[in-house]
């Protein structure tokens, strides 16, 4: 299995800024894209920006110029890096691995979701 943590999620005014973290572990073959998923009040959990094995990173639209994801391939983590955060940016965030594992003799890809880091931007 692959097991994922997400940490870094607290209390912030608004124009701050938060950098969360998130660490996969277990028995991995390899990572093909690791992503952060958000879910506001009241609304449907969304795609918020993904790295991918080759370096490619991708942002939601509405995000972009205040988002940066960041990932450590060596130690499978990723960072998501949040700069001038307004209130709508309060909610749980989601680390997610597109990941490939080794089980009897077979290499089995599934996407594996962390139990999520609560955000909170208020002043």
């Known amino acids: 299995q692959v097991q994922m943590v997400e940490s870094g999620g607290r209390l912030v005014q608004p124009g701050g800024s938060l950098r969360l973290s998130c660490a996969a572990s277990?028995?991995?073959?390899?990572?093909?894209?690791m992503n952060w998923y958000r879910q506001v009040p009241g609304k449907a959990r969304e795609w918020v920006a993904s790295?991918?094995?080759?370096?490619?990173?991708n942002y939601l639209d509405s995000v972009k110029d205040r988002v940066t994801i960041s990932r450590d391939y060596s130690n499978n983590t990723v960072d998501l890096q949040m700069d001038s955060l307004k209130p709508d940016a309060t909610g749980a965030y989601y680390c997610?691995?597109?990941?490939?594992?080794?089980?009897?003799?077979?290499?089995?890809?599934?996407?594996?979701w962390g139990p999520g880091t609560h955000v909170t931007v208020s002043s």
């Open positions: 997610t691995a597109v990941a490939v594992r080794l089980r009897a003799g077979l290499l089995l890809q599934d996407n594996y």
């Open positions: 277990g028995s991995i073959f390899s990572i093909n894209v």
């Open positions: 790295a991918t094995i080759a370096g490619t990173t």
